[in-house]
Structure formats: C-alpha cells, structure tokens
C-alpha cells in the first residue's frame, strides 16, 4: 500500500515537471527570432538580458516548487508511515482499549484531523489461538472499537472503514505469548482521497 | 474410554425413559455401546491377471483401509480361504475378488461377499471401468457391503474439502474421504478458508479474502463457474448448508456485531435469524434442518447456543469451561461435536443436545479442531497438530481408531460431504450387475 502511495505521489510530480517542461520550448523560440526581426544589437541584448533574467526568475520559481513538493510529499509519507506503524495492541480475547492504546489512538487522531484528505481502513486482528470462525468476529471488534474511539476523537466515520482478518495475517510468526501479544492487534492502512 | 461407554449408554437409558426430550427434530438413539464394537470381516487377496501387478498389489489395501476406516468393521486377513482362521477371529462373512483385463485399457472388477460357514454368496459386484477408477470401483463395493451387512448407507465414496495451505496461501482442496484423489479447487494469491458443500455435492461454498475482506463465494467443482454469495453484506463467513433446502446460514459483520443470517443462495436474499447486541457466529444445522446451533459470547466468553430456525426459544447447551465453539449436529440428531480450548489447547467434545454426556475425544496431543461428521454419523474428521504440522485425521465417533489421512503440508479445517447418489454416477462406474 505503502509503495503504491510514493508511487502515486512521485509520479504526480514526475507529471508536474514534465508539464512545466513542455511549456519551455514555445518560449525560447519566439525569443530567439526577436533579435532577427529588430536589427538594433543593443535591444536585442537588452531583450536577451531580460529574457534571460525571466528565465532565471521561472527557473527559480520551478525549483521552489519542486523543492515545496518535495517536502509536502516527504512530510504526507511520514505522516503515513506514522499511521501505518501505530499498531494497537489487545489483551487475550479482549476489544477493549488499552490505556497504551487509547495514547497510540489519540496520535492518530490528530494526524487525521490535520490531514482530511486521509481516509483509513482499520484491520482487526486476533493471534493464533482458537477458532477461525470466532476470531473473525473478535477481531472485527477490536476495529470497529478503534473505529468508535477515533469518531468520538471528531474523525469523520466516513472517513474509516473496519475489516477484520482473524487469526488470518499474524504479524509475527511463533506459538508463544510474545508473538501472540504481538498479533493482537489493530493496524492502519492509509488512502488519500481524490 | 469405560467411563465414556458408561455415560454414553446411561445417556442412552436417559433418552430412552425422557418422553419431553421429543422437542428435537429427530433422535435415533444409539445403544451407544455398539460404536466400539466392530464386525469382523474376513479378507482374502483379490486374484488377478499378471498385467495388473501395479493396482491390484494394492487393491486389498484400498478394502482394508475403508473397513477399517468405516468404523463398523475390522480386517481378519488370511492369505487364502481358511475357515479356521476366520471362525476364530469371528468373521461371519469374508470378501475376495479378481481383477481381469477387458476391453480397450479398461479392466473387470470383480468383487465378492461370502458366509464363512456355508460359503454361500451374499453379494457380488462386477465393474467395468479404467484403471484410475478401480479405486473408486472398490469404494462402491464396500458401501454396498455395508448395505448388506448393516442395512444402512457406508460413506466410502463420500468426499471431504478441507484447507490446505500452497506456496503459503491457504487454498481450499477436495479429495475422496481416504485422502486420495486429491485436486486443488482454487489457485488465489488471496487467503481462502471454511469450504462447505452444497446440497447436491457439485459445488463449494468458501470465504475468500480477495477483495481485501471475508466474502463468500461459490465455486462449482466441473466448471469452476464462480459467484459471489449474498453481496448485500460486506463481510460474510462461517457458511453451513441446510441439508434438506440447500439455504445458507452464515455470519456477516454488520454494524458493530457479528450475526447469523439465513440466505438463499439462488436468488441471495437473507435476513437475521435472531437479534441481539452479542456477537453470533459459526452456524450449523439439525439433521433436519428446523434448528440451529451458534456460538455466542453473550455471557462474556464463546459459548454453544442451539435456538429454532427463526430463531425462537434460544437456549444454551455448553455450561463447562471458557471457550467452547464451531459446534456441528450430528446426522443421528442425538449429539453434537465441538471445539474447547483449555489452557490455551484445542481440544474435541461430543455432548448430548441438552449439554449433558460430555465427552473429551481427545487429549494430549497437540491441538485438536475443526471436527465434521461423516454423512452416517459414526465418524468424525478433524484436522490436529499432533505431528507437528496441521494434518486431517479421521476417527470413530467415540473417539478411538484415529487415521491420518494427509501426510504433508499444512491441512486443516475438513468438511465432509453428502451422501450423493447423483455423484456416484458421475465417476463413471459401469455397474454390470450381477
């Protein structure tokens, strides 16, 4: 989901760039023939000098906001990665929100709240222990209980849809406490709205 | 297991003696007893044209497996005909045959059933079929033993699917019940669990992680035609068929709870059995299809519920332990098999309808879930870890005589089949009669 996402963003600004370049050519041309047209040398040093300077000036402008997009998508990729790091961890047959849980949620709460184009799919999951069949429904409670803690924090339920995986995609392999306590959990996948 | 024998037929005598026990649909009361006790059958090599070495070396194994295997029946074996051997080891009737060439690359089957004693023919079966189907040929005839031998219907040409994980992605598979003949049903890059099959055996139900998210789907097992079930809900699992109808029980997520739907798969409308804010999951039917059982963890941990099939007079069965779930009726309609977990193990019950007669299956070894009746109710597939990895296990119905039938990978959650007479036909046995 990740690479896909940088994916998007690179090839946004690869698109912005490319555009910007194709508009350079029309320009140089009609600036070049003017000095042929207008037999005065110093005009037509003086149209260059200030061609030139304009040049300079959009070259300039451009690297800025390439430099802006740049930041914007590195600042939008940490603020992802943040979000698809914060894992909300559960107690054994439990959906009810740890105090560490409700800390990591409020996190991503604000992150939300500052970015209204990100809208996220809360997955619920459970470890490996007993059945398929109740572990999906356990582990849609542990989403839909994210789910309700975030809306009550002012993010908008459209914003946030619930899945639950069951005991399906552990995180960490192993039939011990520490790789169950590991695959309790609730995790985050981020889009951003067109 | 004397205690269980002992609890099983005072169960029995219970039953007997309760007359307000009739609200259950249907109850054939097993003397209980009988389970343990097997017929003893006596097997003669089949005789055979030299040609055939390569299948008929294993065709009294292919007999004595599904003897074994059926759970009513155990192998008294003698190289040749030998009253004495079999009069001792109580074999009342014997089975031999012969297996000859004929036409094109096809081979004879012949198959015999004879009184011990009086050496008289009971039952003989002849089948004309290639050679890849022998083994079925042979599944048939057994069955028809069975028929003779115990006037009931066997399960050797029922089939079980189950999950098996390839190149780590679980896949669902089908496979005859021995094991053999096994074929792989999907080929997703996306995780496919809990297969159940349709009423007429020609298809499979099964939940597919394709679009991100639980959803059932049906799959036919000839055309591998494919569509998606009761779409009207985002997320669906747990499927179980009505035997009789061919409705769909399921759990979907709606909301903030998982409940149990009924659907038809046809036209796909469903709708609620019971309401309720506790979570429902893991349906499954009466033998007659008029009630319901679930697991709900209304009182805080997943507990076996049983309720009618619109969903009134809810009552719950399992009192004992913390966690007892997927539990399945079986065909007799006078007991139910589950899952409990006990200090973090899986392990596999049977109980009476009313939650009394419990009774552990098994213990010690590893994990033990997912069991599923064979057709006839005497048998019990589960899948367990036993050997270290996930493998599918048949035993009887009380727990004794467990045979592994897979041997590598990653296999779980079986479920067995219908008795399907449509089916026997499409195995393109030419039954010659007799």
Not at chain 2, 119 to 139: I, M, P, S, T
């Amino acid at each position: 989901m990740k690479k896909i996402l940088l994916l998007t963003i690179s090839a946004a600004t690869a698109f912005a760039i490319v555009a910007c370049s194709k508009n350079k050519p029309p320009v140089n041309p009609v600036v070049k023939e003017e000095p042929a047209a207008v037999s005065a040398e110093d005009s037509a040093a003086a149209a260059k000098a200030k061609a030139d300077s304009l040049e300079k000036a959009r070259l300039e402008a451009e690297r800025l906001e390439a430099e802006r997009l740049e930041a914007e998508r590195a600042r939008v990729e940490k603020l992802i990665n943040e979000l698809m790091s914060d894992d909300v961890y559960f107690d054994f047959d439990k959906s009810e929100l740890t105090e560490k849980a409700k800390e990591i949620l409020t996190q991503v709460g604000d992150i939300l709240l500052k970015e209204p184009r990100f809208v996220i799919v809360v997955e619920g999951h459970t470890d490996a222990r007993g059945t398929e069949d109740y572990n999906m429904t356990l582990g849609s409670k542990r989403a839909m209980k994210v789910k309700e803690f975030l809306a009550a924090y002012g993010v908008g339920n459209d914003r946030m849809e619930t899945v639950s995986y069951g005991k399906e995609k552990p995180k960490a392999a192993g039939e011990n406490e520490e790789a169950y306590a590991q695959n309790r959990r609730a995790n985050f996948k981020v889009n951003i709205k067109k | 297991m004397m205690l269980s024998k002992l609890k099983l037929f005072a169960f029995a005598v219970f039953v007997a003696c309760s007359s307000s026990f009739a609200l259950i649909d249907t109850i054939s009361v097993d003397v209980g007893i009988a389970v343990s006790n097997t017929m003893p059958i006596g097997l003669v090599p089949f005789e055979q044209e030299a040609d055939f070495e390569a299948i008929s070396s294993k065709l009294d194994e292919v007999l004595k497996r599904d003897f074994e295997l059926s759970g009513r029946f155990s192998v008294v074996e003698s190289p040749t005909f030998k009253m004495v051997t079999f009069v001792r080891g109580g074999a009342k009737f014997y089975v031999t045959g012969k297996l000859q060439k004929a036409e094109g690359s096809k081979v004879k089957l012949s198959c015999y059933l004879y009184a011990t004693q009086t050496k008289d023919l009971v039952l003989g079966e002849a089948y004309k079929v290639a050679q890849k189907d022998v083994r079925a040929a042979l599944h048939d005839f057994v069955d028809k033993v069975v028929k003779q031998l115990w006037g009931e219907f066997g399960v050797a040409s029922t089939e079980l699917a189950w999950v098996s994980k390839v190149d780590g992605v679980k896949q669902i598979v089908v496979a005859d019940y021995d094991g053999y003949n096994r074929r792989q049903l999907t080929h997703d890059t996306t995780i496919s669990m809990m297969p159940a099959w349709t009423k007429d055996n020609n298809s499979i139900i099964y939940v597919s992680f394709r679009n991100g998210k639980a959803q059932l789907f049906e799959r036919e097992l000839y055309t591998s035609k494919e569509r998606r079930l009761f779409p009207n809900k985002s997320q669906t699992f747990s499927p179980a068929v009505n035997p009789k109808t061919g409705e769909v029980l399921f759990a979907a997520i709606h909301g903030n709870t998982t409940t149990v739907y009924l659907g038809d798969p046809n036209s796909g409308a469903n709708h609620k059995v019971m309401y309720g804010r506790a979570s429902q999951v893991s349906p499954s039917w009466s033998p007659f299809g008029t009630e319901i059982l679930y697991t709900s963890d209304r009182g805080g941990s997943p507990q076996i519920f049983v309720m009618g099939k619109d969903g009134s007079d809810a009552r719950r069965v399992t009192f004992m332990g913390n966690y007892n779930e997927r539990a399945s009726w079986s065909p007799q309609g006078d007991r139910i098999v589950y899952t409990s977990m006990d200090g973090g193990k899986m392990n596999i019950y049977t109980c009476a309808i009313d939650g009394s007669d419990i009774v552990q299956l098994t213990s010690n070894a590893g994990n033990n879930e997912h069991p599923t009746w064979s057709p006839d109710g005497m048998l019990i597939a589960f899948s367990s870890d036993r050997s270290g990895s996930h493998q599918i296990y048949i035993m009887r119905k009380d727990g004794t005589n467990v045979t592994r039938i897979t041997n590598s990978g990653d296999n779980t959650a079986p479920t067995w089949s219908w008795y399907s007479p449509e089916r026997q036909k499409q195995i393109s046995i030419q039954n010659e009669g007799w």
